[in-house]
């Protein structure tokens, strides 16, 4: 499935269409894609509206045996770069449309394509392309009478992130495959449910999936989109703060993107985001119950080079001061301003969040691809200005010097330098800290 963004779609309201199918080329038919409306905005588009046309390419071999047909799309599918796709697309679209005014350069915004995209919440099918064999007695193929109850979860995010590694790793090392080559995104899920009563008395249960914004993973040649999304969950968003706040008694005092968050690498990866939320006009404590690996071992690994992301967090802070702050009109902005006691939460863990208590999660980012001291210098110090990379770690890890927020070039190299001569210092002598 490819989504193509065009600037408008004249060019098929011309000739009286709004999608196609044909037997030729690349795809077999596509169409405007229809787009749910809120409120006030008219239920039809204009032909001049930017629109998104969703275009399926079906791999079929007629007079092939379905098993030989599905090896063979497979391979085809796989093997072809998102560049040629690409022209492809452009290509096809302009011997179908070109004589009713469509210019490829002009009308089309972007490209992005999706692997299976018409089964997004029932990617299983793709397993049967990969198989994984596992020791018996380790996490994702335990014994009896290990538990087994967190494999759906904990073991199966491992799993995933050890395919995608060992998929990047082959790809890397192919001229036609390189494209495909990416670091791991964040790597696991931040779990966290709340139950309890709200301020009508009423029973109350929810989940917050806030972590659907993970970083993901740095690229060959790009940065990991940042707050991006998790790779094995094409469909998942992040909830509307407001929506959460007025289907529960819970109060965000923020949600933000994170800086460092990102594994560095020659292209970094997408950074991350945080929360913290507060119990709101109830005085009942809430049932909490909160998973998530990646807090001591990050799952968010690099590539080529490049590091990893954050590793995860999750902190209760204890009898906070936050109602008297915001009594006061003062929103706290970091776990330190709001007094009590910080309390880090495990892996798995079932506790309480009394009326005083903030909840604090900090997921996972994307992986770095690269060594750091390859990235532009430049890039370095538009993620200092754009808050995505702090200053000491501009310096520390991508060796970048920085004077009132511009590369300063001498002390950049000289820094490089050093950090190259530590490396190996390091590599002859592993004792030395």
Partial sequence: MANVAVRSWR????????????????????????????????????????????????????GEPIEAQGSRGRLEMLSTSFRDYERRIREQFTAMFARSGFDARRDIAGIILNLCADIPWATGGLWRCISVTSQPGTLNNADFPSAVGQ?????????????????????????????????????TWDLCILSGLDQHGNPFTTMLTDAM?????????????????????????MPDVEMTEFSAPLLYLWRREEPDSGGPGKFRGGVTASLAVVPYDTEVPMAQVVSGSGKTVSQNMGAVGGYPGNSQLDVAVRHSDVRRLLAAGTIPSSIEEMGGGQEILSCEEETVLG?????VMFWQGGGGYGDPLLRSPDKVATDVVEMRVTESSARDIYGVVLRDLAVDEPATETQRADIRSSRRELARNPEVK
């Fill in 213 to 237: 914004g993970a970083g993901c993973g740095a690229a060959t040649n790009r940065d990991g989109v940042d707050t991006g999304g998790i790779l094995g969950m094409p469909m998942g968003r």
């Fill in 355 to 359: 009326p005083n208590d903030v909840h």
């Fill in 11 to 62: 060019f098929l309201y011309d000739m009286g269409i709004s999608g196609g199918r044909w037997f030729e080329g690349l795809g077999n038919y596509m169409e405007v894609r229809k787009l749910a409306t809120f409120g006030p905005q008219p239920p039809t588009i204009g032909p001049d509206s930017p629109v998104v046309l969703t275009l399926k390419v079906l791999y079929s071999y007629p």
């Fill in 151 to 187: 494999g759906s979860v904990g073991s199966g995010f491992s799993t995933i992130n050890a395919v995608e590694q060992c998929l990047s790793r082959m790809a890397d090392s192919s001229d036609a495959l390189e494209d495909h080559t990416y670091a791991n995104g964040c790597g």
